[in-house]
């Protein structure tokens, strides 16, 4: 039987990680660990100075509170560690995962970690926007999963897969792109007079052809 582990960090009550897994469960056992709280931005962050507690939620629901790679090492190497899952999905993240992003991102970064425990795994992100819906997009990841595991995966595939606002025009296969300007720190002061400061900036991005941010620009 096929056995899926999904993960997101988003955490586990959002939205995007509910509309996926319920569409995956279609394809066989499905067993959720995610974070028990948003971990957006936390990259390939893996939690060594304190001990990491699991929580089940439901059947084959859990939620932990650290990271998306602690997620996927507690799932992998001490939940599922006598029946390895076949495929492992990080998402769907409530906003794109583009470029030099992933480097930040804590979806993508679970897919690094599956990769590095030597299964095959897809990372998918959805653009947030006018005619976004995680309904439509876990359809679609359901499709793709399916097309993945028709035939055994290859153990080092990672996929990175972006759904468009708007409803997708079609597939394209896309290498990653480059941020042209870096983000902005913002200094500001508390009510206090101490000093603060606020990473921020809108992402801009250099229109190569053949790059995933070219294509998404492209509806694709
Ligand atoms: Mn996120």
Redesign the pocket.
């Known amino acids: 039987m096929t056995r899926i582990l999904v993960t997101?960090?988003?955490g586990f009550q959002?939205e995007?990680i509910r509309a996926l897994a319920e569409e995956l469960r279609a394809l066989g056992e499905v067993i959720v660990v995610a974070p028990d709280r948003?971990?957006?931005?936390s990259g390939h962050s893996l939690t060594l100075q304190r001990p990491l507690r699991l929580h089940e939620h439901g059947e084959g629901w859990y939620s932990v509170d650290g990271t998306p790679t602690d997620c996927v090492n507690l799932a992998v190497l001490w939940l599922l560690r006598d029946t390895p899952p076949d495929l492992v999905v990080s998402g769907i993240?409530?906003?794109l995962?583009l470029g030099d992003d992933v480097t930040y991102?804590?979806?993508v970064s679970a897919t690094f970690e599956a990769s590095l425990l030597g299964l095959a795994s897809i990372a998918f992100?959805q653009e947030v926007g006018e005619g976004a819906s995680f309904v439509r997009s876990a359809a679609l990841a359901r499709r793709i999963v399916e097309t993945v595991l028709a035939e055994p995966p290859a153990a080092n595939l990672l996929l990175n897969v972006n759904f468009p606002a708007g409803e997708p025009k079609g597939i394209a296969f896309a290498r990653l792109g480059h941020r042209v300007y870096q983000q902005v720190v913002v200094e500001k002061e508390d009510p206090r007079g101490r000093r603060y400061f606020w990473i921020a900036g809108t992402p801009e991005w250099r229109s190569d052809a053949g790059t995933d941010h070219e294509a998404l620009s492209r509806g694709l």
């Open positions: 997101n960090d988003d959002a995007g948003e971990q957006s931005a993240n409530n906003g995962n991102s804590g979806t992100s």
